[in-house]
């Protein structure tokens, strides 16, 4: 089962992400819901984060690293 409501910060690095990924998800939810599909259904993390860039785009280097930055 691959969950196309993961937020970007849960692919990126598990280690290290907090409560706001649940509002990611309910998003994605309820934009399933107005759509009657997915928004992001990718077939694996890789193309799951594609769809996602494609739509949002890609992040900056700052943020990308404050979200890969190992967790102390």
């Given at each position: 089962f691959f969950s196309w409501w993961r937020a970007p910060?849960?692919?990126i690095n598990w280690e290290r992400y907090d409560e706001k990924v649940d509002i990611?998800?309910?998003g994605c939810i309820m934009a399933?819901?107005?759509l009657l599909k997915p928004l992001?259904?990718?077939t694996d993390h890789i193309d799951q984060l594609t769809k996602i860039?494609?739509?949002v785009g890609t992040p900056d280097n700052r943020t990308l690293d404050e979200v890969c930055?190992?967790?102390e």
């Open positions: 910060e849960v692919f990611w998800s309910v399933e819901l107005i992001f259904a990718g860039f494609d739509v930055e190992p967790c």
